[in-house]
């Protein structure tokens, strides 16, 4: 028997700013500005880009206290040794976000956080697409009234002596976190220290561990009281 | 970078002051026009974007790489300044399309009144049934 299929709701109505947006668009390519397929390319490149380039800033950072030095003053400038230009970082043109990148360098007595509390601003270019909880209400507004308790949530807890700063973005400035590099990982190369530098460390959620990476395909455990299937 | 640095900049990316005269068909939408967060609550929609975000990004992102005729930091610089003043009681993203759409306008990228009668068009097509 199929079952009953609740649609989702959706918005019912098209507003001004729907068809201000589309008429924008459609006059620029009647008028040669670009063609259909030049957008459908940039808005393509927006839901492809990852956190490669960023985890990359960050082992760098690492082995390199020199070239620490320039991510921590000119985050953009930075940003060209791990093949970022944020004024070009499509390769064939440029993105919509701001070009102020900042990073963000945690402490042994502070750790650094980052949300938009606004809307989702987030470094796109060098860190991807943002995960969907960054951009729902829940960790926009509690994130900055109670950072410890929502890094909780996410298996992070932060000694009480240890300051926890929240940066809010916006539409100016981007952030990432460049947290401290974990025990465990000496001798390691620069790649296999990006492969630890989660995006969840990034925006500061998590902690690299040199048991986990990126791309690590999950363990599976075993139920200790499995149900039983009759 | 500092604040102060980043105003010496953005004083180097635009020849000129971005026009802030108010601009009628705009100025309707911005009075008139429903916001995505009005629209979410009316219909129970939890997406923290509207649909059309991303194509006004593919928008932006075309108009400076493609056709030069928008760059980027100019368009930011002008965006910055006419959501502190003009728009600033719109909410992003939509004012990133007004301030768009008023850049364009101005710049004679597209005219006013061509532009009112897309709308009304694309709003014909749009809710045919």
Redesign the interface.
Known sequence: MAEKHKAA????????????????????IE?G???AD???R??EF??SIGSLPAARLVAKAWLDPEFKKLALE?GVKASLEVGIDW??P?G?????D???L?VLEDTPKVKHVVVCS???CYPRPILGHSPEWY???NYRRRIVRWPRQVLAEFGLQIPEDVDVRVEDSN??CRFMVMPMRPEGTEGWTEEQLAEIVTRDCMIGVALPRPDVKANAKRPVHKAIHPVEHH | MNTSDKKDTHAGMSSQDPDLSRIALLENIRNEGRVWEDLCEQYGVDNPDPPWKVNLEGTCDALSAEACALPLLERRWEEDELSETLYSDVPYPERQLLALAHSMIRRGLVDEEELARRMKEVNRRLNMV
Request: aromatic letters at 10%.
């Open positions: 709701p959706m918005v019912e109505e098209v507003s001004d700013f729907e068809a201000l947006e589309m008429a924008v668009r459609e006059l620029a008028k500005l670009f063609t030049d957008h459908r940039f808005t927006a839901h000119d004024l070009n499509t064939f043109g440029t993105p919509s701001y070009t102020d900042r606004l809307c989702s951009r729902t209400p539409q100016k």
